[in-house]
């Protein structure tokens, strides 16, 4: 089952590609880029990691927002209501998910299937905020996980999907309030708790644990299946899932990074004083960049290079934000010159920072 598994995983870019029709653009995500954002406070007491939520550390953390439809407020809103909390501390990065469900069931519980094909609750993380290297985390009703780490988005040609990397001393717990695989009741819900440690997260972050004020690109994504009983058990309907999240995608898509919330941590004691979300105004500028991105895509499919003419992108791009492009026949670098910084982004949607007042080299990030 597992060698199955990696297998399908290894082919799974490119069997999407050949089941796919086949398109000449990229798909690009139709709403505002407006992600969501969460404070994350410390927690200066314990926290056992049951599921239950009985400590009142975390009745103090604030709930995100309902989650919606992955495609945004333009979808009908989800039926049944999901949120989250969050808090840290020097070790770990917590998590609380509650979701409300009459008829609790799940089948995988062999760690690392392909969980999505249960209803399931789901975490990914880019710390960096680049779009490249992230973690992608899928569980279900019976405590069953599937950590992934991925190089890249999926639409990416040299996307890397690790299926057998592991979070090392993850911590997890499922509560059911109601009866599992017991289709002859109704229900209440289940809850999710989960303590990554910084440990592993640190493979991919500028600083971990996080400094007061950083920043961090977070999702989290509930996958929901309609069922209907035959024989006393619970089968899928034949048609697509549900998708409910917490930030929107503007696409049937979690593989796009650059949509996703901005987590913004707290050294202060949840319950205590409040920090105000700071917007980084540079993330206004990679947005830019990432239009360029999405239309050299595009541009490369319809006729098989890239451009240095950004009036072929049909792009309109404020005056002050104008990049330079650099090209090869199978390469393109955009930059934005702004104040003392200078904005990045490759051909394969990598963005990094240099800011030319610092004293010290600094490296793509």
Known sequence: MKKKTLFILFLFPFLLFALEPYVDFLPEPHIEFQPKNYICYKTDSPIEVDGKMNEKIWQKAEWTDDFIDIEGFTKPAPPLKTNVKMLWDENYFYFFCKMQEPHIWAKLKERD???????????????????????????????????????????????????????????????????????????????????????????????????????????????????????????????????????????????????????????????????????????????ILRQIYYKQRTYFM???????????LQLDIPHEFLPTISITPNYFEAVIKFESKEFYISSEGKTWLIDTERPIDQEKK
């Open 113 to 287: 299937s392909v969980i999505y094909y249960d209803n399931d609750f789901e975490i990914f993380i880019d710390p960096d905020g680049d779009t490249h290297n992230y973690y992608e985390f899928e569980m279900n009703a019976f405590n069953t996980i599937w950590d992934l780490f991925i190089s890249q988005p999926y639409h990416e040609q040299n996307c890397k999907v690790l299926d057998s990397w592991d979070i090392q001393g993850v911590k997890t717990a499922v509560y059911i309030d109601g009866t599992l695989n017991d289709p002859t009741d109704e229900d209440i819900g289940w809850n999710v708790e989960i303590a990554y440690p910084w440990k592993v997260l640190e493979e991919c972050a500028t600083q971990c644990p996080p400094l007061q004020g950083d920043q961090w690109r977070v999702n989290f994504s509930r996958v929901q299946w309609d069922t209907k009983i035959i024989d006393n058990d619970y089968s899928k309907l034949r048609k697509p899932e549900h998708n409910w999240v917490w930030s929107p995608q503007g696409i049937i898509n979690m593989h796009y990074p650059e949509m996703w919330g901005f987590v913004q941590f707290s050294e202060k004691p949840v319950g205590t004083k409040k920090d105000k979300y700071q917007h980084n105004k540079d993330e206004d500028i990679k947005w």
């Open 302 to 312: 319809q006729n098989e290079k890239f451009t240095d003419n950004i009036s072929l």
